[in-house]
């Protein structure tokens, strides 16, 4: 059971979860050992670093505090750090019994719900390796990753078994409703039968710390998607940088808004065991119910892309909140007008940046005291950065892209920190892949000169901060200028009456190239352009001409009622240059 002291308002808020009642299967013995068996020769000076040991950490120290809840659906659920990891014991045992062997790879594709964050554990439990499959993909496309990734097995919720439809492989389907007839529960309950009761001990600690983790696969935009393999180590390391660079602990509660599915939910499967955070699922980025939460559920950090943040201030339930929250930004640097509104309703933006190559989050625009004396445009601009390092990892380098002929082991260059040289950021160390999977050819590409090449274009400032312009197949060359659409938006972004926008290139006969902007207008300013959109372009550049140089100017405005974006939030400008392509 969950103590009340812990578990309070969720009660208060959710009558149904007075009467949830674990299955019996996810009831721990009465005393638990939480210590798995240590493989012969292992040093006394080393422990392998493995982040399922946060839950067992979290489990002994807090059995009775709140790990888990899942309250808005018709079936909810809450669990005791206690009981949560007796749940993720049975699910090892569970896929030791179905023939799983020590570095498998199991496939999940559910949205944000207590499987999803079970198996984070439970594979590590069992020394496989979880490919968590973006839900928004096609048939076709799982199927790929499927076949690629050679999963033995396949978890599935009851809404997605249509991208299931033909596996080889064994499926179990979820219900998500923690009922005993639930299939999912069914299979966890035979592992604590097929457990013998032998508990963690019974289980084997993996020796080898740079061992497979999770295998995420990129979203494929220029072709097939790739495979990003990651270590226990990694996640390890990446799961405490996160913890720290936003403050979480024990008294934390996480809001599940960014998919799971998404580079490992970021890390932050194991960033919430590791700090011995509450978390809160919900199926679907509802407004209501994030509001909710934030205003009922002691919430005090979520991720998001800056198109979520969008949302969230322009929902009707939208209110400053009586006591600060922390939102965690990446996919695109947030706007001056977003960063001010954030803080008018006690939402605190912390900017960060990496990929899923980096195991998602990987610097941060660490913010300085001396900032706050600045105007909100000046200290937007200052936070729009991308920062230092995270604590565990090395620093990151902006360094000239490589010339036609270069050798790929040629030494890396650094550029000038002076703010404008423009080169490409690169990784390497403790929170970079190990690998694409099956494909060394692009991880020798993407490993050119030792280190990691992102892709992405940034200058490097005399602070030491990075900032990033564009990626480089985002440039705008018009007329032998190169026009970062980043900085295009930010400026554009800063127009009263724009909601959200995004830059991209067309062909220009004279120039080569010039930017063309897709703007979603601000609910509350839609009306007042309404049969007029040719004007609103004209004053939308007139505000252009007075912050960027003639080549960055939009040479087109298209006035959209949305923008593509991919499962996370992120808009996908590759939608966009379509688009264009046939104008």
């Not at 990446?238 to 720290?244: E, G, K, R, T």
């Not at 599940?256 to 194991?270: D, K, Q, T, V």
């Not at 989050?361 to 390092?389: D, F, I, N, V």
């Not at 127009?495 to 902007?517: F, I, N, Q, T």
Request: with cysteine.
């Amino acid at each position: 059971m969950v103590n009340i002291q812990f578990a309070e308002e969720f009660y208060m808020a959710n009558e149904a979860l007075k009467h949830f009642r674990p299955t019996q299967a996810s009831i721990p013995p009465r005393e638990v050992n939480y210590r798995l068996q240590l493989p012969s020769g292992v040093p006394v000076h080393i422990h392998a670093l493995n982040p399922l040991a946060f839950l067992l950490r979290a489990a002994q120290v807090y059995p009775n505090k709140l790990a888990l809840v899942h309250p808005d659906v018709p079936h909810p659920v809450i669990y005791s750090y206690g009981v949560w990891t007796q749940r993720i014991q049975n699910f090892a045992y569970a896929l030791i019994q179905a023939g799983i062997k020590p570095a498998d790879r199991i496939a999940i594709i559910a949205p944000n719900i207590p499987a999803v964050a079970e198996a984070y554990h439970g594979v590590l439990g069992a020394r496989a390796v979880l490919c968590a499959i973006n839900t928004r993909l096609t048939h076709g496309e799982v199927a790929y990753i499927l076949e690629h990734s050679e999963s033995k097995l396949i978890f599935v919720d009851h809404e997605y078994t249509h991208l299931v439809k033909g596996a080889k492989v064994p499926v179990i389907v979820i219900n998500d409703t923690g009922r005993e007839d639930d299939p999912y529960e069914q299979f966890l309950t035979s592992g604590r039968k097929f457990s013998g009761e032998r508990g963690w001990p019974g289980l084997e600690w993996e020796r080898d710390e740079d061992a497979p983790c999770a295998l995420n696969y990129t979203s494929g935009t220029t072709g097939r998607p790739k495979g990003v393999l990651t270590t226990l180590r990694g996640s390890y390391l990446a799961a405490i940088a996160n913890a720290y660079e936003t403050g979480m602990g024990r008294d934390s509660t996480y809001l599940w808004i960014l998919p799971m599915f998404h580079a490992s939910g970021w890390c932050y499967p194991w960033a919430i065991t590791f700090a011995a955070s509450a978390q809160i699922c919900l199926r679907s980025v509802s407004y209501p119910h994030i509001w909710h939460h934030l205003l009922n559920s002691r919430v005090t950090h979520y991720c998001g892309a800056p198109t979520v943040q969008i949302g969230l201030i322009n929902a009707p339930q939208a209110r400053r909140l009586d006591r600060p929250v922390h939102a965690i930004i990446a996919g695109s640097a947030p706007t001056a007008h977003l960063i001010g509104e954030l803080e008018k309703i006690n939402i605190i933006p912390i900017h960060v940046y990496g990929l899923t190559e980096t195991y998602g989050p990987s610097t941060k625009c660490y913010y300085q005291p001396h900032w706050m004396s600045l105007s909100l445009e000046e200290r937007a601009k200052l936070l729009a950065r991308q920062g230092h390092s995270f604590a565990t990892a090395e620093d990151a380098r902006v360094v000239f892209q490589p010339k036609e002929g270069d050798s790929p082991d040629a030494p890396l260059v650094d550029v000038p920190k002076d703010g404008k040289t423009m080169g490409e950021i690169v990784f390497r160390g403790n929170i970079v892949m190990k690998e694409y999977f099956k494909d060394p050819e692009a991880t020798r590409k993407a490993f050119r000169g030792g280190y990691f090449n992102t892709g992405d274009l940034a200058v490097w400032h005399p602070d030491g901060y990075i900032a990033v312009q564009d990626r480089s197949k985002d440039i705008i060359i018009s007329g032998g200028e190169n026009a970062s659409s980043l900085a295009i938006e930010q400026e554009l972004a800063a127009h009263p009456d724009v909601l959200e926008v995004s830059v991209v290139a067309r062909p220009h006969p004279k120039w080569g190239e010039r930017p063309m902007a897709f703007v979603i207008l601000h609910p509350q300013k839609a009306a007042k352009w309404k049969g007029r959109h040719a004007e609103f372009e004209q004053d939308l550049k007139k505000h252009a001409r007075g912050r960027l140089p003639g080549f960055a100017c939009p040479e087109w405005v298209s006035v959209v009622d949305e923008l593509p974006k991919t499962s996370t939030g992120k808009i996908q400008k590759v939608q966009l240059r379509k688009l264009v392509a046939k104008l």
